[in-house]
């Protein structure tokens, strides 16, 4: 029985080893996730979406995303007459166009695209004119900040979902706002206080152009 004593030790030592080897892997294993969960993890994050913006110039200074009446809206998208396919670009320069600005916004359910279109002269404005009045029904109005008359009311859409829009001009420029409230449609529920939302973006963004 003498004999075995020794035997039953060195099994029990190559166990103890085992158990702390298996330990220390274990240790090893966690604090190396733990680093790359920390460190490496939060580079691989997403990042916050951007809207990268190529409008430069005057127009840029006429982007609306600091008007009052868009807090909380959320940027979704900038677009410059150079992001224009060279096909619209050939269609906008044959029309007088030189420059141009379009931004979009959300909020909830609703969305708003404002858009400025900048020509050569007075007379492209108004070969342009008629054709984006036509689909108006109303009246003009006067807007607060000056003898500009605007077009407020429902604009016949290619989409088919008409949205509430808003038109003026002002020397070479043309201003276009068009709102939904419904998820890509126009419900007129609130259509006064609608109307008021968009001619107070207009006549802020005027207030910029004459400043």
């Known amino acids: 029985m003498e004999a075995e004593k020794p035997e039953i030790k060195k099994k029990s030592s190559k166990w103890t080893a085992l158990i702390i080897g298996a330990l220390i892997l274990i240790v090893l294993i966690g604090s190396y996730l733990a680093y790359t969960n920390f460190f490496v993890g939060k580079s691989s994050l997403p990042a916050k979406t951007e809207v990268v913006s190529n409008i430069t110039g005057e127009l840029a200074g006429l982007n609306p995303s600091d008007v009052k009446a868009l807090e909380g809206w959320t940027l979704t998208k900038a677009q410059a007459l150079t992001d224009m396919s060279s096909v619209a670009k050939g269609a906008l320069n044959k029309s007088g166009v030189t420059d141009l600005a ?10 708003l695209k404002f858009q400025i279109l900048k020509y050569d002269s007075n007379e492209s404005v108004s070969a342009a004119e008629s054709d984006a009045v036509r689909p108006f029904g109303t009246t003009p109005w006067v807007l607060d900040v000056g003898p500009q008359k605007g077009i407020v009311g429902a604009y016949t859409s290619s989409s088919g979902n008409n949205p509430l829009a808003l038109y003026f001009t002002q020397d070479n420029y043309v201003f276009f706002i ?15 206080s609608d109307e008021e939302f968009l001619r107070y973006i207009g006549e802020r963004t005027l207030t910029k152009l004459s400043s």
């Open 102 to 111: 379009i931004w979009e916004f959300n909020h909830d359910n609703e969305s």
């Open 178 to 192: 068009s709102y939904y409230n419904q998820n890509g449609e126009y419900n007129a529920t609130s259509f006064k």
